[in-house]
């Protein structure tokens, strides 16, 4: 008998045995190309014998202490390696235990923020963007802009949402060789619309994620959504739980786009899985501006901090340092982009391929030219992710994205340490995944 509540309760899922490197085993000895690091988290691959004895060492000398009352060196030293890689005075690391925790944690910092410069402030809201996955505690999923908000939208916070940087569905019609960027200009229409005095932060992914699939926007986007927050007087969040630590070819997504921003949120690829671990990066004037306020921020959960998860995250950014993870990212992304525009982006049902670095999304449409969407029902993503489990690759399919109800896509996002050689291996194993699917798909 099988006691786990999964979130699919009717599903059959294989059990997994054994990882090395790019490739997870099951229990009945299949072989499979982790596609997706999970979602986005395996960045340096599983089996990693460096973390592993990390966590040992570690859990020999104390696993738990409560941040409250202790620190420890394992926290501090993560803290300064962090402070050295995050771009601008962005040196402070509050940590938490994931990604939800992590733009909680930043929705609650932005408040107090504002509360520490002026104790009647009205600053509160946040903008967020449609097409976009912040998390799953109440504010995450409440700056979230996609399908999953809405069984729980009488919990939600009422927080305003602009378009997002969909150059395939573009909701002005635009191309983005020849636009004006008005989906970041429409951020100033929405602080306008409910008054800058009640505006505290903008959150956005700087390579969209989860919920429509590597969506990369605008070279000027970011650059324009700082400058709005500027004269606003308004925080800029980047969201980087997916992004962060090397996947886009950079250490920071944002900072392929020129800008600093305020906070940067993070989880997933900064222990890379083999711990619980996320956390708030924020500016040295945030943290000056609570300092010689109250002096306390009030908020906290009880795993953040604790040693063991910073022991592996230590080692896990000292690898992704050492083995220049974010330039394989970068390198091998852009190959594999290309070998899956070459090899996948023909198929009638595929209507765009699009990432940077090593977080690639693939959409499915049924009709190419028109860009119609599959129905919602047919849940053709989840269908082709089956199929090329068959032939051995992982996957992270979803949907939703095309008008809130229907569309379909999947995530790439392998391990880091991806070489050419594999690169070749995952897109020959797909190109026979689609071709199979492809009789199928007719009869849908």
């Known amino acids: 008998m099988d006691n786990v509540f999964y979130r699919n309760v009717s599903a059959t899922f294989a059990e997994v045995e054994h990882g090395e490197g790019i490739y997870l085993y099951d229990s009945e000895g299949n072989k499979y190309i982790d596609a997706c690091s999970g979602a986005a988290v395996s960045n340096i691959g599983h089996g990693n014998k460096r973390v592993a004895q990390a966590l040992a060492r570690q859990a020999e000398k104390v696993a738990f202490s409560h941040l409250s009352r202790w620190t420890s060196a394992p926290i501090r030293e993560l803290a300064n390696l962090v402070a050295d890689l995050a771009p601008g005075s962005l040196n402070k690391l509050y ?42 505690t109440i504010g995450a999923l409440s700056m979230t802009g996609d399908s999953r908000r809405k069984k729980y939208t009488p919990y939600l916070l009422d927080f305003p949402h602009i378009e997002s940087c969909y150059c395939y569905r573009c909701p002005f019609g635009l191309q983005q060789e020849t636009c ?87 989880a997933k690829g ?109 849940n053709v993503a989840e269908k082709l992710t089956k199929v090329l489990m068959k032939h051995g690759v992982v996957v992270y399919p979803g949907g939703g994205m095309a008008d809130g109800e229907n569309g379909d896509q999947f995530l790439l996002a392998p391990p880091l340490i991806i070489t050419r050689d594999q690169v070749d291996e995952l897109v020959e194993k797909m190109s026979a995944g689609f071709a199979e699917f492809a009789t199928a798909v007719k009869s849908l």
Not at 100 to 121: F, G, I, N, P, W
Not at 227 to 249: A, K, N, P, W
């Open 95 to 136: 940590p938490v235990s994931g990604g939800s925790e992590a733009t909680e944690a930043a929705l609650k910092m932005t408040r107090q923020y504002y509360l520490e410069r002026d104790a009647k402030t009205g600053k509160y809201r946040m903008i967020s963007r449609w097409n976009a996955f912040h998390g799953n």
């Open 180 to 266: 004006n960027v008005e989906c970041a200009h429409a951020l100033e229409r929405c602080i306008k619309l409910h008054g800058a005095d009640s505006v505290a932060a903008f959150i956005a992914e700087p390579v969209g994620g989860a919920a429509a699939g590597a969506l990369v926007p605008h070279k000027d986007y970011f650059k324009i959504i700082r400058q709005i927050c500027d004269h606003y007087d308004i925080l800029y969040i980047c969201d980087e739980v997916m992004t962060g630590f090397g996947r886009t070819g950079t250490m920071f997504a944002i900072e392929d786009y020129g800008v600093i921003p305020d906070m940067i949120c993070a």
């Open 270 to 378: 900064m222990s890379a899985g083999y711990a619980p671990l996320g956390a708030v990066i924020a500016k040295d004037e945030i943290f000056e501006t609570f300092r010689k306020g109250t002096g306390s921020f009030v908020h906290g959960h009880t795993y953040g901090g604790n040693p063991l998860a910073a022991a592996a995250a230590v080692e896990v950014i000292k690898i992704v340092k050492e083995e220049n993870l974010a330039a394989n990212a970068k390198k091998q992304g852009e190959y594999l982009l290309n070998r899956l525009r070459e090899k996948i982006l023909p198929f009638p049902f595929v209507g765009d391929v699009r990432g940077k670095g090593l977080l690639q999304g693939v959409e499915l449409v049924q009709d190419k030219q028109t860009k119609q969407p599959f129905a919602r029902k047919l």
